[in-house]
């Protein structure tokens, strides 16, 4: 793969990834601020390839907020999945270490706390590659991709299309 090519891969699988936090959030009732895959630093100074930030405020998530954030955190690495072909444990490094420190304020014991991530992960994945959730992905994905950055309401407005499409 040229340099051109390899570009362009990274920045399909930084949208998908992005664009998997987006649905994930607003599967689970989260409102969106926007969505971007501009690269930039996190609020602790590490890179970043791109970034969902979430609106502050009150959700009708599911009840359990540590679940709904650990899901959200997860479904980047489940959308980008789709397009590599496998888990990128290292472009989800950040995403994986706030899932572990969340986890960890569970108290339960490290084998409780790796099936529970396991059981997050495959609440993830069949939300998320569900045929209308998947739909929403790919738009949203392939807005970033044209656009590079868009709005919260942009994001919905995509997510609400693609729930309403037929298959």
């Given at each position: 793969m040229d340099e051109e090519s390899a570009l362009a891969f990274a920045l399909k699988a930084t949208a998908y990834h992005e664009a998997g936090h987006a649905v994930m959030a607003m599967v689970l009732g989260r409102?969106?601020?926007?969505?971007?895959?501009?690269?930039?630093?996190?609020?602790?100074?590490?890179?970043r390839l791109g970034a969902c930030h979430l609106q502050k405020g009150k959700s009708r998530g599911s009840g359990d907020y540590l679940e709904?954030?650990?899901?959200?955190l997860l479904a980047g690495m489940v959308a980008e999945s789709q397009i590599t072909?496998?888990?990128c444990h290292q472009g989800a490094a950040q995403?994986?270490?706030?899932?572990?420190?969340?986890l960890l304020t569970r108290n339960d014991g490290q084998r409780q706390i790796q099936r529970l991530e396991k059981r997050l992960l495959s609440k993830t994945e069949h939300h998320l590659l569900d045929a209308d959730?998947?739909?929403?992905?790919q738009s949203i994905a392939a807005e970033l991709i044209k656009s590079q950055t868009i709005s919260g309401r942009a994001a919905k407005h995509l997510y609400e299309r693609s729930l309403s499409e037929e298959a």
């Open positions: 409102a969106i601020q926007k969505v971007t895959i501009v690269p930039g630093q996190t609020h602790l100074g590490a890179q709904d954030e650990v899901m959200i072909g496998q888990y995403d994986l270490r706030y899932v572990r420190r969340m959730h998947w739909r929403a992905v």
